[in-house]
């Protein structure tokens, strides 16, 4: 506490901030395929996710 270490590079920070951004949106993303899917299979006759 008394040497606080060294702030994190610019790398780091970019890895850092990826891994939030996948955390937060992938489990959003995954949930709502299915709505998606539902949604284009009722209004877009024709087009399909898989």
């Given at each position: 506490?008394?040497?606080?270490?060294a702030?994190l590079?610019?790398?780091?920070?970019?890895a850092g901030?990826?891994?939030?951004?996948?955390?937060l949106?992938?489990?959003?993303?995954?949930?709502?395929?299915?709505?998606?899917?539902?949604?284009?299979?009722?209004?877009?006759?024709?087009?399909?996710?898989?």
């Open positions: 506490m008394l040497s606080p270490a702030p590079g610019a790398r780091e920070r970019v901030l990826a891994a939030v951004a996948l955390l949106i992938g489990p959003a993303a995954v949930a709502a395929i299915p709505g998606v899917g539902s949604f284009l299979a009722h209004h877009c006759h024709g087009v399909s996710l898989f």
